[in-house]
């Protein structure tokens, strides 16, 4: 007797309770369960990403089923394929796609014109880089063009005109004019004459055939005062004064504003801005390198809403004006990467005051070398569960007691970086203390003298705590932390991305016991020379889930581990074997049987690799996009398919 199928219904219910890859693996099962996983509440948003190719045609036809999609279709040009693949996005999905993009594209006027009227459902737009549409000047100059585009873009919510170099007042109040409820503006990398063309030495006015110019950019934000909520002016030349006047547009109300790399911006430029717009949610003013603790001050101050925050490469930025940030009750992302003079002194400050403080969800300290175990410790106490990432890459006084915190209080952590931490160890790892550190603890050294007096040659100089090789953990200090109730770095049942290069202090005794995270994606053991096969099979057998594996300058790593290893990867996506001298061709077949939805892999350096090995890879693997490596006559290639 044959037993029934489940109603596709509670199949749909019951891979609801799945993430996301492990869903997609149960949808290849059969084919009830692949239409189960294709139920709308798992759908929601859903973007496809291909090149243009021939295959591409008949995935695109397979696509007209769904209610509504984004695409992300790349390498397109003038060529007849080209236009096939955008007749067929009008011709089968029209009103259904909401989202498109055309990255590393060379479209051309006509094919897109000849697009867009299908799509009059779209609600994103993404030009980025496309200078093929505007190097001509002539780019919507048809009043009929103009109509039929307005009626396809008249619901058009964001629009991304990124790294036009060629965008002029023309052709953008032309574009902009047909797109009457925008939302979001990216023009990120383009060329804006805030003040004057510094090319002709002259102000540039509307209507300028070469340039988009200020006044036209200011106008635009009067007209769409009422509508637009998020502005993108990154790697602009945007000048303080250009900056007050846009802040002060009345009806202006922006939620997310990005400043990335606009270096002539000021304080004072800062602290007017949070005065007229203290509605911002999202403010990124990482690489403004002439801001200092003023403008936390006044970010503070006036921007009470404020969620995201990034002044990263701001290097002037101290620990001061820190303190009053964590005032701010909504506050969840953080980034002060590469701010060197940030030791975390007055975050811990900030967070200890009995008011209403910021829950922080995600909080980088990427290159602050200021950074101490004692700040580290503090902040992980007080973050508590709420915080989810956590960078800490290149912070190199840490050592293991900073690791015992992060174990012992961000139990709901989802990102840890610990790359390039060298103090870092395997007793760090599995929760343990070095039984060599407490015994020196114990014991009278003596007096301690100078390192100037060592110099001179009268005493020995003080051992440095970063020039001692750690006592190397036993099999006797395993069963110990087997039997350990103490907080090792499995206590972060969730985590999803794990990054351990550069610590080279790490060896197989704690990556076999403590990487074991059956959520885990994203993992990267890069500069480890004492792990070996055995911390690559036992990672592999733990981390079913993994789609990037990063094992560059793993000297030890052989053929024979890789066999051991990729039978239990078959979701990889990215793997990097750089200088990994032992790997050979042997490894490449492997990889073509077990890893067939692999998208890009670094082998170069591998000495043993062949070329003809690697065009034999290029064929097997039918997702296979970049290929690193070294051929025959010594120079690195990087090979997009």
């Not at 890859?21 to 759908?43: G, P, T």
């Not at 994203?522 to 990063?550: D, F, K, Y």
């Not at 053929?559 to 051991?564: F, L, P, Q």
Request: net charge negative; hydrophobic share 40%; charged share 20%.
């Amino acid at each position: 007797m044959e037993t029934p199928e489940l109603p596709l219904e509670i199949i749909s219910h019951i891979l609801s309770f799945l993430h996301a890859s492990d869903r997609k693996e149960a949808s290849l099962v059969c084919r009830i369960w692949y239409e189960a996983s294709q139920d709308h509440q798992f759908q929601k948003h859903a973007i496809f990403k291909f090149p243009a190719s021939e295959s591409s045609l008949g995935f695109i036809r397979g696509l007209a089923r769904r209610t509504c999609c984004g695409l992300v279709i790349s390498h397109l040009d003038g060529s007849s394929l080209s236009r096939q693949v955008l007749m067929e996005v009008g011709l089968y999905l029209g009103p259904q796609l909401e989202t498109l993009a055309m990255p590393c594209s060379s479209i051309t006027e006509t094919s897109l014109l000849d697009l867009l009227p299908h799509l009059t459902g779209l609600r994103k737009l993404d030009l980025n880089g496309l200078d093929s549409l505007f190097m001509s000047g002539a780019f919507l100059s048809c009043e009929e063009h103009r109509k039929q585009v307005h009626a396809s873009l008249k619901n058009l919510e964001e629009l991304n005109l990124s790294d036009l170099r060629y965008l002029s007042d023309l052709t953008f109040n032309r574009l902009i004019g047909c797109t009457p409820k925008l939302c979001s503006l990216a023009l990120a990398g383009c060329h804006i004459a805030f003040e004057f063309d510094p090319y002709r030495g002259c102000a540039v006015g509307l209507g300028s055939s070469a340039i988009l110019s200020l006044r036209n950019l200011y106008r635009f934000l009067q007209q769409q005062a009422f509508t637009l909520r998020s502005l993108d002016l990154s790697r602009t030349c945007i000048t303080p004064e250009s900056l007050r006047s846009m802040a002060q547009v009345p009806h202006l109300r922006l939620e997310v504003l990005s400043l990335r790399g606009c270096k002539e911006l000021t304080d004072y430029s800062i602290e007017l801005l949070c005065r007229h717009q203290s509605g911002l949610q999202s403010l990124d003013l990482s690489a403004c390198t002439e801001l200092t603790n003023r403008t936390v001050l006044a970010v503070a101050i006036g921007l009470k809403r404020l969620r995201t925050l990034s002044v990263a490469q701001d290097w002037r930025m101290t620990d001061k004006g820190l303190e009053n940030l964590m005032a701010l009750s909504g506050l969840e992302n953080l980034d002060l990467s590469e701010c060197l003079h940030v030791g975390g002194a007055d975050l811990v400050k900030g967070l200890s005051s009995p008011q209403p403080r910021a829950q922080l969800k995600s909080l980088s300290f990427r290159n602050c070398t200021y950074i101490r175990d004692e700040s580290v410790f503090s902040l992980a106490q007080l973050l508590g569960s709420s915080l989810q990432e956590l960078d800490l890459t290149s912070c190199i006084y840490l050592t293991d007691l900073s690791v015992l915190a992060i174990a012992s209080y961000l139990p709901n952590l989802l990102v840890l970086r610990l790359g390039w931490c060298k103090d870092i160890t395997d007793w760090g790892l599995l929760g343990m203390v070095e039984p060599s550190v407490q015994s020196k603890e114990m014991e009278d050294k003596g007096p301690s003298f100078t390192r100037t007096f060592g110099n001179m040659g009268f005493f020995q100089p003080p051992s440095m705590p970063f020039q001692g090789k750690p006592r190397l953990v036993t099999d006797e200090d395993l069963g110990a932390f087997r039997e350990q109730e103490g907080a090792s770095l499995l206590a972060l049942k969730g985590l999803q991305t794990l990054d351990l290069s550069g610590c080279t202090k790490l060896t197989d005794a704690s990556i076999t016991q403590v990487v074991r995270f059956p959520t885990l994606q994203r993992l990267s053991l890069s500069m480890l020379p004492e792990i070996s096969n055995e911390s690559l099979v036992s990672v592999a057998q733990h981390c079913c889930c993994l789609t990037s594996l990063v094992l560059s300058h793993c000297s030890q790593l052989s053929d024979e581990g890789m066999a051991c290893a990729l039978p239990y990867l078959p979701r990889l996506q990215h793997l990097y074997l750089a200088c990994c001298d032992s790997i050979t061709d042997r490894s490449l077949t492997l990889i073509s049987r077990y890893c067939k939805r692999l998208r890009t892999l670094d082998i170069s350096t591998c000495k043993d690799i062949t070329e003809t090995k690697v065009d034999f890879l290029q064929s097997h693997l039918p997702y296979l996009e970049k290929v690193h490596y070294r051929f025959e006559g010594g120079s690195d290639l990087i090979l997009t398919l």
